[in-house]
Structures are given as C-alpha cells and as structure tokens.
C-alpha cells in the first residue's frame, strides 16, 4: 500500500515557470523526504523535512510540511528542461523496532518544455 | 565515494526460474532497502537489512527473499518467476534514518 499519494500525476510547463506538486499521507511520520527519478533510472534524494519542520529551502527547492493536514508540497521555481523527470514524496515512519520501511507515493511526471 | 552498485543492471529470466540481484551499498552505510518499481504499483517496499538482520518486510510472498553479508552487501533472491515480477528492482542504502542512496536499479524481464 502507499502511503503517501501526490497530485497531480503529470504537469506539463514552459521553462522558467515554476512547478508545484503535493503529497497526502495518512498516517504519523518522523519525517518527509522528496526524490526525483529520471526514466528508468534510480531515485535521487532532493530534501528532507522533518516533522517539526514547516519549511525548507535547497536552492530552487521550497518544500513545507503541514502535519495537521498530513500534506506537503514541493516548490521548483524557474524551472528548466533538465526539471523533467518523476517526483516521489515518501514517508518515513519510526515505528517499535526502529526506522521503518520508507513509504513512496504515487509520483508526479513533470515535463518542462524549452 | 562510490555510489550503490547494482548487478545486473538488466536480465531477462522465463516463468519458473530463479534470479539473484546484488546490491554493493556505499561504504560506511549498514542499512540496505530494496524496492520493486512496476508501472500498476509503483514503488513497493520489499525489505530492509541492518546489520545482516532483516528488519522489516513488505507485503510480497515468501518467493521474495534476500540475505545481507558481514560487509553489508546485499543480495536478494526471486524464485518461481511470474509474469507479473517483471520490475524494475531497487537498492539503497543510508545511516539510521536518514536518506536513500539509490542504485541505478536492475531491470527484470520474465519471458
């Protein structure tokens, strides 16, 4: 099952503009973290919030955490065409034994046209 | 710093075979995850391995398995092949709690 599920699905835009994309969680977590994934590829780390965390910032990337809506949201300003790719949000739940499975969502396909 | 290693990065296998995939994780790192990437389901947790102890399991039968040696390499082992196990199989590796290094992954297809 999955946790986390983003919208939208895919999002086309021109370069320069910026992207925005959400996740929805259900459960309590430690933290949230967001990868992005070229086709066929691995997934890449982009930023970590953590779950007393509101806000943070990695160059173009703005991501904020509101935990009592259970939703995030991930910021690509001026995006260009080196953007397009997949991006995960996913979950991290600290459960009895330890740091638990990382929970990916569904994914948003975003292609940024030159 | 070498990155995750996976291999093979891809492997085409018939219905009743078994495979073995092998993860290297980047040095220093004890924790290995590995996750199954299809188009229907998206990414799914399949196990993760601390210390060669499986911590956690996902939901995936018991033809799933895998082992993590004293160096922290990590294997895992399908058999009786399905169809339906053709996927894209993900490693990564990290400290306690902290984020995934993501090998390139190994494409499996089941003829």
């Known amino acids: 099952s999955q946790q986390g599920e983003e919208d939208p699905q895919a999002l086309s835009i021109q370069e320069g503009e910026n992207a925005t994309m959400n996740c929805s969680y259900k459960t309590s977590i430690n933290n949230l973290q967001w990868y992005r994934q070229n086709s066929g590829r691995g997934l890449v780390h982009l930023i970590l919030?953590?779950?007393?965390?509101r806000e943070k910032h990695s160059g173009r990337l703005r991501v904020t955490l509101d935990t009592s809506k259970k939703s995030s949201s991930l910021l690509i300003t001026a995006s260009r065409a080196a953007d397009t790719a997949s991006y995960f949000c996913?979950?991290?739940?600290?459960?009895?034994?330890?740091?638990?499975?990382?929970?990916f969502g569904s994914g948003t396909r975003l292609q940024v046209q030159p | 710093k070498a990155g995750v290693t996976q291999t093979p990065r891809y492997l085409i296998k018939t219905r009743g075979q078994q495979v073995t995939l092998s993860c290297s994780p980047i040095?220093?790192?004890?924790?290995v995850s590995w996750y199954q990437q299809t188009p229907g389901q998206g990414l799914q947790f399949l196990f993760e391995?601390?210390?060669?102890?499986?911590?956690n399991k996902g939901n995936f039968p018991g033809r799933f398995s895998g082992r993590q040696f004293s160096n922290s390499r990590s294997e895992m082992n399908v058999s009786t092949l399905e169809l339906g196990d053709s996927a894209l199989y993900l490693c990564?590796?990290?400290?306690?709690?902290?984020?995934?290094?993501f090998g390139s992954g190994t494409q499996l297809s089941v003829l």
């Open positions: 996913a979950t991290d739940e600290l459960g009895d034994t330890g740091r638990r499975a990382l929970t």
């Open positions: 040095s220093g790192h004890r924790s």
């Open positions: 391995y601390f210390s060669e102890t499986q911590r």
């Open positions: 919030i953590r779950s007393n965390e």
């Open positions: 990564a590796s990290s400290l306690p709690g902290e984020k995934l290094f």
